[in-house]
């Protein structure tokens, strides 16, 4: 991902360095969609597209609402670190300038979203240096958050490795990370971490709630699910940092389908994984829509408290 624009970043990383990086990582997302599709092809005449009946559409329908509604938890583990850097913005208006520019992320290149965020940030009057920091350290915890969830896929890696064992690393994980964020950085670090782990646990179930829709769940454990909801969240992380993938597209469908293709049947994976998209996609426009509802400017109430 090219973070160019947010100067207080200051990259010691060269143009032709840069450019390098997006041809890369558009070129895996192309690779992606194209293997995606290639096993659409491949599968086209058996997949039984009458499973997907009005009562099913209804039922993705509401996982998009949700996944919508989770984006919020994003809006507002943003809103803590704008807190961290004293940014004086109300919650609703910082979640109105997240949602506005949220949706740019489907844009080839991967960063417009960001830039659009800090555009709208300093168009609101927020100082462009600290608005630049929160959104860095927005995604590194996101990625931090992210590596969590990798214990989950311990046995896909290990076969013979304890799913119990996995769980306990998560658990055990987060609290170290949390205690740490809590020493070093302060409270409003922590309840960033604390919202971002919350909706990756949210995108993680609804993946989940797809899967067993098209498979029926026959042979898998509440273990396996477990790993597979840790598959979904490792994939939507390498998709988030894949430099030129919109929304990661490709990226992770095709990181889906080399990880579970031994857990899950291909065809219910493959049924999955595209319906995943489609809820992804319909949920974050349905937050892009309700952001722009948002007035733009609100009274001090639920400005941050600049006195701590």
């Known amino acids: 991902m090219d973070y160019a624009f947010l100067s207080a970043l200051q990259m010691r990383i060269s143009p032709t360095q840069r450019r390098l990086l997006h041809w890369c990582g558009s070129f895996l997302a192309l690779v992606g969609i194209v293997f995606v599709g290639f096993r659409l092809y491949s599968y086209s005449l058996e997949l039984d597209l009458l499973r997907i009946t009005t009562v099913v559409w209804m039922f993705i329908a509401t996982l998009s609402i949700i996944y919508g509604a989770a984006n919020f938890l994003l809006a507002i583990a943003w809103w803590h670190l704008l807190q961290h850097f004293r940014l004086p913005v109300s919650r609703p208006e910082s979640t109105r300038i997240f949602g506005i520019s949220q949706l740019a992320k489907y844009v080839p290149g991967n960063i417009f979203h960001l830039a659009g ?156 994984v595209l319906l995943g998209r489609v809820v992804t996609v319909v949920g974050d426009f349905l937050f892009f829509a309700v952001a722009n509802t948002i007035p733009a400017k609100f009274s001090e109430v639920d400005k941050i408290d600049l006195s701590r």
């Open 117 to 272: 965020r800090q555009a709208l940030g300093m168009a609101a009057g927020l100082a462009p240096r600290a608005l630049a920091k929160s959104t860095v350290w927005e995604l590194g915890l996101l990625a931090v958050v992210g590596a969590q969830f990798g214990w989950l896929i311990l046995p896909l890696i290990m076969p013979h490795f304890p799913e119990s064992i996995s769980l306990f690393l998560l658990l055990g994980s987060v609290a170290l990370t949390g205690t740490a964020l809590q020493g070093i950085f302060g409270r409003q670090v922590v309840y960033s971490f604390l919202w971002q782990i919350l909706f990756m646990l949210v995108s993680g179930v609804i993946f989940i709630a797809l899967l067993l829709m098209m498979s029926g769940g026959e042979g898998l454990t509440v273990w396996h699910w477990l790993t597979i909801g840790g598959a979904y969240i490792v994939a939507w992380l390498a998709g988030l940092v894949t430099p030129g993938a919109p929304a990661g597209v490709g990226i992770r469908e095709l990181i889906l389908l080399l990880m579970l293709n031994s857990v899950v049947g291909e065809k219910d994976l493959l049924m999955a």
